[in-house]
């Protein structure tokens, strides 16, 4: 029984330590992919065609020096990037092993559950930082990810139902069976595009809007704070990438298949970044709750007359 522990503890701990390397490199390839669609080079100094940029921007980021806030709730202030890479990272842990892992009987609710509480230390980090801009920027991601995460909800019922189980093992399984995104081809799209609003992606960053908010609601962050913040923002990215493998693109187990499908979808994320304009913040809403909202509705009661 102790082996077994000590063997699931040392798994999870090396796939925290991997997807803390995996965000590093992303933030490389985003810089590298922005910088072609812009045509400029990006960052090219910094070891062998930059590859060390994202450790020279860790080491640069932690020493640099931490805004104290005398008007701020200081506790709340620096507790929240902390739990915000927490919640991140807690997700991974329903990551269907083949072996060596904790076997979720209810992941999807687990998942369902964190996801959620994903949206309290964005509010918090806005409402200690004591600062408008920060507060508006809090206000509006909690708004639009709350209003996505309906959508992205519905979308998990409907696979469900179709498989019967909360186990994400199970329904790994399944999903390589079947094509599931011929079958569920426009809730893919909608688990997409919902996917770029839980994680305050562009065109959906509106808790960023430039000039508007400055930086949303780490606008008083910097140094250690703000890079915990956009760590777990990246892992986030790459969480819902995996996910939309796992659901629509018959990943099985843990294989360089799955790897590969799912640093396509995060290129993805990247890629709409560089070419998609900002959405107004009330056409945003309204695609929430008048298209996304609707549209799963209803293809959810189109699968329970499955049966």
Not at 61 to 72: I, V
Not at 156 to 178: A, H, P
Request: proline share 3%; hydrophobic share 55%; glycine share 6%.
């Amino acid at each position: 029984m102790v082996l077994e522990y000590s063997i699931i503890i040392g798994n999870y701990f090396i796939m925290f330590i991997l997807i803390m390397i995996s965000v590093a490199f992303m933030t490389l390839l985003e810089q590298k992919v922005v910088g072609s669609m812009q045509i400029r080079i990006g960052p090219n100094k910094t070891g062998f065609w930059g590859v060390l940029q994202p450790f020279a921007d860790a080491v640069k980021l932690f020493l640099k020096e931490n805004l104290n806030l005398y008007t701020s709730n200081m506790m709340t202030y620096f507790v929240m990037p902390s739990l915000s890479l927490m919640f991140s990272l807690s997700l991974w842990v329903v990551y269907p092993f083949y072996e060596g892992g904790l076997d979720f009987f209810l992941g999807v609710l687990f998942f369902m559950c964190i996801s959620s509480m994903g949206v309290y230390p964005i509010m918090f980090m806005g409402w200690a930082s004591n600062c408008k801009y920060s507060m508006m920027g809090s206000m509006r991601a909690m708004a639009q990810m709350i209003s996505y995460e309906v959508s992205l909800m519905m979308i998990i019922l409907s696979l469900i139902y179709i498989k019967g189980s909360f186990n994400f093992k199970e329904l790994m399984n399944w999903s390589f069976m079947v094509i599931p995104l011929i079958i569920f081809f426009p809730l893919s799209v909608i688990w997409l595009a919902s996917s770029l609003a839980e994680t305050n992606r562009s065109p959906y960053d509106f808790s960023e809007s430039g000039s508007e908010l400055v930086s949303g609601f780490n606008t008083e962050y910097s140094g250690g704070g703000f890079t915990l913040i956009f760590l777990a923002e990246y892992s986030s990215i790459l969480f819902m990438s995996m996910l939309f493998c796992l659901f629509f693109l018959s990943s099985k187990n843990i294989s360089m298949i799955t790897f590969t499908k799912t640093m396509i979808i995060a290129f993805l994320f990247i890629w709409i970044r560089s070419t998609m304009p900002r959405f107004r913040y009330d056409k945003l809403m309204g695609l929430a709750w008048k298209v996304f909202l609707p549209i799963s509705l209803l293809l959810f009661l189109y699968y329970l007359s499955f049966y």
